[in-house]
């Protein structure tokens, strides 16, 4: 089972930044992709960006050229860096892994975290 903890979110200004990190422990055999989603009230939770073992990417329009998505595969650790925040970015974002966990029974696993607020205010 694996288990995420995010940190590194908190209140900005419009145009400021914030750096989120995710780490993921517990037993499992591999890790095929970390991502961010995030919720604002009253809306579905959506994708933000996510980064494959092979390195590849994926963001949603509205980040892409603000954010970046990196990892540390050594640390099973995803970042996520915002750059340029607006308003419109404010929500609880959460940490995503989805990979093989070495067990017959139960092979595959997709972990949440608790997530982190993030508030823009404008």
């Known amino acids: 089972q694996v288990q995420l903890v995010e940190s590194g979110g908190g209140l900005v200004q419009a145009g400021g930044s914030l750096r989120l990190s995710c780490v993921a422990s517990?037993?499992?055999?591999?890790?095929?992709?970390m991502g961010w989603y995030r919720q604002a009230p009253g809306k579905q939770r959506e994708l933000v960006a996510v980064i494959r073992s092979g390195a590849s990417t994926n963001y949603a329009e509205s980040v892409k050229g603000r954010f970046t998505i990196s990892r540390d595969n050594a640390k099973n650790t995803v970042y996520l860096e915002m750059n340029s925040l607006k308003s419109e970015d404010s929500a609880v974002y959460y940490c995503?892994?989805?990979?093989?966990?070495?067990?017959?029974?139960?092979?595959?696993?997709?972990?949440w975290g608790q997530g982190t607020q993030v508030t823009v205010s404008s």
């Open positions: 995503n892994a989805k990979g093989v966990t070495g067990s017959i029974s139960v092979p595959l696993f997709d972990g």
């Open positions: 517990g037993s499992f055999f591999s890790i095929n992709a």
